[in-house]
Nanobody, 115 residues
Framework: QVQLVESGGGLVQPGGSLRLSCAATATGFSLYAMDWYRQAPGKQRELVAVIGRYGYINYADSVKGRFTISRDNAKNTVYLQMNSLKPEDTAVYYC?????????WGQGTQVTVSS
């Protein structure tokens, strides 16, 4: 079993920065691909960024050049650095772990971008 806890969300002004963290309590964390998703009110949940076991990284077009995903396997933690934030980035952000047929979700952290 994998348990995921997101943190670092909050209220930020447009153009500002925020760093989200996802802490995992599990064995074999390094075997899991880790994702960040987000869901805005009235919208479908969308994939924001992916970091795999062997260095594969990909981003949604809407966040390329602004967001950076990283992981520290020694700390069982994945991060999402968010720069140049826009109001349309407002959403609940979810951490997601995948290994073969197993997958796990965190409970989410709210990010609000507003003046």
């Amino acid at each position: 079993q994998v348990q995921l806890v997101e943190s670092g969300g909050g209220l930020v002004q447009p153009g500002g920065s925020l760093r989200l963290s996802c802490a995992a309590t599990a064995t074999g964390f390094s075997l899991y691909a880790m994702d960040w998703y987000r869901q805005a009110p009235g919208k479908q949940r969308e994939l924001v960024a992916v970091i795999g076991r062997y260095g594969y990284i990909n981003y949604a077009d809407s966040v390329k050049g602004r967001f950076t995903i990283s992981r520290d396997n020694a700390k069982n933690t994945v991060y999402l650095q968010m720069n140049s934030l826009k109001p349309e980035d407002t959403a609940v952000y979810y951490c997601h772990a995948v290994f073969n047929d197993d997958n796990y979700w965190g409970q989410g952290t709210q990010v609000t971008v507003s003046s």
